[in-house]
């Protein structure tokens, strides 16, 4: 049976961006491979939405670039996570462990 | 948010690195995945194929990066100004008519608000000045007076709330011997006599040398004084070794131990500072009764309130009145802030006039608005069809509200020229001595209130054609516009409107400045009991002490009017002491003979002149009854005194007062009483402003009360002012160190005495006509724009068999209703508005209906005319070529 994909949800794409970057720096290719990794290959971020997320991330100082070299020796942009970014994260987790367990409780009971 | 804008603007300015960057960064991704294909095992076609589905449009991934980026909003913003720009030039009629005009409303409130901010809002010099309180007694009879020395040292010893309190009594001094070769005229100089603390208190410390110290309160202290900078700067060329140095001040040497900072003001012009202790053993200083020119400044302790204050100086005073019946019967105690005391007299005017600059702002808004409509109306068909192609009402609005910003802005450049200018004629016209050394300059303040006005006019004139253009339905305006038929309802409804509201706020300004305009006339209409015409007035007073003893006074008076008689050109000469309107009077208590006595604080109390004969003659005032002075009312001839009118009235209603005695002060048992008989009876007199009604006064020959201080007064055959310099030069050949000071006509005095409401006349008028103006301009563009639009209407009328008098009549109807709904807007709003200007005008009431009629009458008129200039226009109208129109 092929692996199902799951449309990501509104607003879960900073989240996911943000989660995989406190890992460790990242570059966009990366950011996606990771995830659908990570994921069992259930979640697919597409490109087209990646790199605006990432730039706007930029713009709100959440996530910082730094050019560096990729595991090809290819010039990559890296993110790395900030400070704020760092609480962003913590803030948009626990808003969606919130979501989750509200959803899961309103489903079980249902 | 800050760090947001830094954000966007390098984004902007690094916009090819930005670029680079984004390229190499989705490039790196593709070669990525591209390479993740092919080792899973695709062939490079397929892979590379796969990849691009991946990937979606290149393109549209780096727009909407850029987006995200935030690029976008200043990009278009630039884009905006280039584009406002280049449309502002492409019309170059439409913006200079509406720079023009928005430099007139702008530069308006730019050089009034300059006036509001130095007058009225500039923070006094003084450290924390919102504790410091001026002090005056009050009087029933007379109102705010000087505060007697011996009650400001009670008020001192009682007093809690304060945690200060300084005397300060203005005086003028005799200003020579600055130069050492003594090449310079004599001259009379303002300065103030002040308690050791009076610096310290409004926190004022001297820019050069030192204060004066407690020990300078006490009589016997030597002769010290302060510079005040500006004196400092004229006088010794601001050099920095005048500390030591010394300066003949009334013929006797003070020396110089400092100079005061330039910023430095006092209520009154202050050249230079003395400390207390030199007028110590003066008689006023020790006279309760007798109240010189005193004011008291006083601190406000921590944490107390004006009210308890108040509340407090009057408990004493009234123990002071019951302690001191004779010199304080019913004397009580005037608090204000020291900024009441700065501003008191400008103020009325500058709250009207400031409303009035607000006014010409809106209309100016109104009419730029209103060509905005009208241009905008041409380009209802490109911002529909821009609607149409997916352009976001936002967008456009944007656009409209970036190039209104860019017309106010250049319209708020102009204007600082405007401003410029304005500032510095009214500089001219205020008189000094009103502005209490406020200056008016473009200074910071000002510019930032301009730059809030040229936002303020973006929104105001801009929001109306903004919404409007994007308000109708893209359909039926593509529709409407490819004809040209007539303009659309809702458009020309709110050009209506805009037209209307300018003429009822023109008509406002008018009837304010017509209101002004009556009162000016009829307050210069009032009889001010003397003949102002071809009169010269100066001052002197003579402070030496040559002078110390009265037989020397008389002597230099005496030869004073010997010599200016016998000048040719002089028809009159004669002196006395303060002509009216000029300052205050000395007054006195009087007892006349015989009548019953009143309670201690209830006798009356005239002003008291001290004239030489032919005063009233040379004034003009005209005798009642009995004589003027002569010259034989010397000092050893039996005393005698005119009296006024109002004093004969009130005193004398049914008796000649000719040959009746009275006496000065009141009757004691201690002296006998020195009567002094009524010789004659002279009119009243405007002693305190043409607008103030008569005071009782009282007339003595200056042979009989030696004053050192008189006013000549010469009646001339020609131009008065011609006499100045030969009467001076008369005088310097009697002293030649004794200054001559105040020189000026008597007409001028009368001038300068209604001085506040000449320039609320002057700007107001000002105002008016540029409301007027662009009104009519209002009009006019509605009319013409209208004409314009129904070209082709007025053909098929025509064509139909209208006849040219009924189109013309109807173009002129429609003029009428804007002007007519205009006008009784206008008239009602008046009528709540000109309240506010009652302090302002004299004997005439605010809502004076033959004010409100005469304007109504112009503006219809000016109307008429604006409204018959576009009428004229249809009667060129050919109907062939009007129906083939477009």
Known sequence: MPTQHVDLPQGTLDLLILRTLALGPQHGWGISERVQQISSDVLRIQQGSLYPALHRLERKGWIKPRWGTSENNRRAKFYELTKSGHRQLEVEQDAWKKLTAAVAQVLGTA | ??????????????????????????????????????????????????????????????????????????????????????????????????????????????????????????????????????????????????????????????????????????????????????????????????????????????????????????????????????????????????????????????????????????????????????????????????????????????????????????????????????????????????????????????????????????????????????????????????????????????????????????????????????????????????????????????????????????????????????????????????????????????????????????????????????????????????RPDRVLTMNMNLRTAQYAKDPAILNFWQRVLDQVHQLPGVEAAALGTVVPLTGNHSRNDITLEGMALPKPGSFPHPDVHLVSPGYAGTLGIPLQRGREFTDADTENAPPVAMINTALARQFFARQDPVGKRFMFGHPSTERAPKWITIVGVAGDTKLYGLANPARLEVYLPFRQDASSEMTLIVKSGIEPAALASSVRYAIASIDKDQPVFGIATMRQLVNDSVSTRRITLILLGVFGALALLLGAIGIYGVLAYSVAQRTHEIGIRMALGARREDVVRMVLAQGAKIAGAGVLIGIVASFGLTRLMTKLLFSVSPADPATFSAVAIVLGLVALLASYIPARRTLRVAPMIALRHE
């Open chain 2, 1 to 530: 948010m800050l760090s947001d804008l830094f954000f966007r603007i390098r984004s902007l300015f690094r916009r090819n690195a930005v670029e680079t960057e984004l390229d190499d960064e989705l490039r790196f991704h593709f070669e990525q995945q591209l390479a993740k294909y092919i080792n899973s095992g695709l062939t490079p076609r397929e892979a590379l194929r796969r990849a691009r589905i991946d990937f979606g449009g290149l393109d549209q991934v780096k727009e909407e990066c850029r987006e995200a980026r935030g690029v976008y909003m200043m990009e278009t913003l630039f884009q905006d100004i280039r584009y406002g720009l280049r449309m502002l030039r492409k019309s170059p009629a439409f913006t200079a008519v509406a720079l023009l005009t928005l430099a007139l409303g702008i530069g308006a409130n730019t050089a009034i608000f300059s006036v509001v901010y130095g007058v009225l809002l500039r923070p006094l010099p003084y450290h924390d000045p919102a504790g410091l309180i001026v002090l005056h007694e009050t009087t029933p009879k007379v109102g705010i007076v000087s505060v007697s020395y011996p009650n400001f040292l009670d008020w001192r010893a009682q007093s809690h709330m304060f945690s200060k309190l300084a005397a300060v009594e203005t005086v003028e001094f005799n200003l020579a011997g600055v130069d050492p070769a003594g090449a310079d005229q004599p001259e009379n100089i303002s300065g103030a006599v002040v308690s050791s603390d009076f610096l310290s208190m409004l926190g004022v410390r001297p820019m050069l040398g030192r204060n004066f110290d407690a020990s300078q309160d006490q009589a016997g202290t030597a002769p010290v004084v302060l510079l005040s900078y500006p004196l400092w700067q004229s006088h010794f060329g601001g050099a920095l070794n005048v500390l030591g140095r010394t300066v003949a001040l009334n013929g006797r040497g003070f020396t110089i131990i400092g100079v005061l900072p330039p910023d430095f003001r006092w209520i009154e012009k202050t050249d230079v500072l003395e400390p207390i202790g030199l007028r110590a053993n003066a008689p006023d200083f020790h006279e309760r009764g007798d109240r010189g020119d005193v004011v008291v400044l006083g601190r406000l302790a921590p944490g107390v309130r004006f009210a308890q204050a108040r509340a407090e100086m009057e408990g004493i005073a009234a123990r002071l009145e019951k302690a001191y019946p004779f010199s304080n019967d019913q004397f009580g105690v005037a608090l204000q802030p020291i900024r009441d005391v700065f501003v008191s007299d400008l103020r009325p005017a500058i709250l009207v006039l400031s409303g009035a600059a607000i006014f010409v702002l809106l209309i100016a808004c109104a009419n730029v608005a209103n060509l905005f409509l009208m241009r905008g109306a041409g380009r209802t068909k490109e911002i529909a069809l821009r609607i149409a192609v997916g352009a976001s009402r936002s967008r456009i609005i944007h656009q409209i509200l970036v190039e209104s910003f860019v017309l106010a802005f250049l319209g708020g450049l102009l204007s600082l020229a405007l401003a410029f200018a304005g500032i510095r004629g009214m500089i001219r016209l205020i008189p000094t001595d009103m502005l209490a050394g406020a200056n008016m300059s473009l200074n910071g303040a000002v510019l930032l209130f301009t730059c809030g006005v040229v936002v303020l006019c973006t929104f105001v004139f801009g929001l109306a054609p903004a919404s409007q253009s994007t308000r109708p339905d893209v359909q039926s305006e593509l529709k409407e516009s490819g004809r040209a038929m007539s303009a659309g309802v809702g458009q020309g409804r709110l050009r209506d409107i805009l037209a209307i509201a300018e003429v009822s706020l023109a008509l406002i300004l008018l009837v304010g400045a017509g209101l002004m305009m009556k009162s000016l006339y009829r307050l210069l209409s009032v009889d001010p009991g003397f």
